[in-house]
């Protein structure tokens, strides 16, 4: 199944609901500002990618792309062309897992991933839905940009491996010329971790 996930600030990140919102209480965070939290805090930020909790991928542009799920059976095809592939990330799956814009942790609500579905009518008369699957928001100009997008991976550790692609011949600028492929790896502990922010990490397919 084809999705598409756009950022509108500068990265994507992939968690569990479940196993976030119980770093989250153990932690006795109170703040709903996770981003800023864990770019500022950065004891919590390395105990988030040691225990696998929440792994981030930024400094990539601000378009769409498409996200496919080896797991799943979901490669790109021949039209497509592999930039990078990066492997050994931590993440601890409870019930399933979030692929989200790095933006939705600007101001956090878990409630707003919950139920079976709701429209809202927000500033400028904007439509934003969200639900136990998705969430996303309806442009001024009729455009659906989904800012998260839910996966039923069955809970275990996992080492996570992000493949980037691009097409190989671009026909509509304005079509979704790059994407994102996972793969989850189940392992029984973790042995150590990788930091997806350091030098040697470059996740920003669209400038490749």
Same mark, same amino acid.
């Given at each position: 199944m084809d999705r598409t996930i756009e950022t509108s600030e500068y990265g994507i990140c992939i968690y569990s609901m479940d196993v976030l919102q119980n770093f989250i209480k153990r932690e006795k965070i109170k703040t709903r500002k996770l981003l800023a939290l864990f770019q500022k805090n950065q004891k919590k930020y390395l105990q988030l990618q040691k225990e696998g909790v929440w792994i981030p991928f930024v400094q990539i542009d601000s378009v769409g792309y498409r996200v496919k799920i080896k797991n799943h059976g979901?490669?790109?095809?021949?039209?497509?062309?592999?930039?990078?592939?990066?492997?050994?990330?931590?993440?601890?799956?409870?019930?399933? +897992?979030?692929?989200?814009?790095?933006?939705? =942790?600007?101001?956090? @609500? /878990?409630? %707003?991933?919950?139920?079976?579905?709701?429209?809202?009518?927000?500033?400028?008369?904007?439509?934003?839905?969200?639900?136990?699957?998705?969430?996303?928001?309806?442009?001024?100009?009729?455009?659906?940009?989904?800012?998260?997008?839910?996966?039923?991976?069955?809970?275990?550790?996992?080492?996570?491996?992000?493949?980037?692609?691009?097409?190989?011949?671009?026909?509509?600028?304005?079509? +979704?010329?790059?994407?994102?492929?996972?793969? =989850?790896?189940?392992? @029984? /502990?973790? %042995?150590?971790?990788?930091n997806p922010r350091e030098e040697q990490y470059d996740f920003n397919v669209a400038g490749m």
């Open positions: 979901e490669e790109f095809d021949e039209e497509w062309e592999e930039k990078f592939a990066y492997e050994g990330f931590n993440l601890a799956v409870g019930a399933g +897992v979030w692929i989200s814009d790095i933006a939705s =942790f600007l101001n956090f @609500d /878990e409630k %707003e991933y919950q139920g079976e579905g709701e429209e809202r009518i927000g500033k400028f008369g904007i439509v934003s839905y969200h639900s136990k699957t998705e969430r996303w928001y309806m442009t001024l100009n009729g455009k659906k940009i989904y800012s998260d997008l839910w996966y039923n991976i069955p809970s275990g550790k996992y080492l996570l491996t992000i493949k980037g692609y691009a097409r190989k011949e671009i026909v509509d600028r304005k079509a +979704v010329n790059c994407g994102f492929q996972f793969e =989850f790896k189940e392992v @029984d /502990e973790f %042995e150590g971790y990788k």
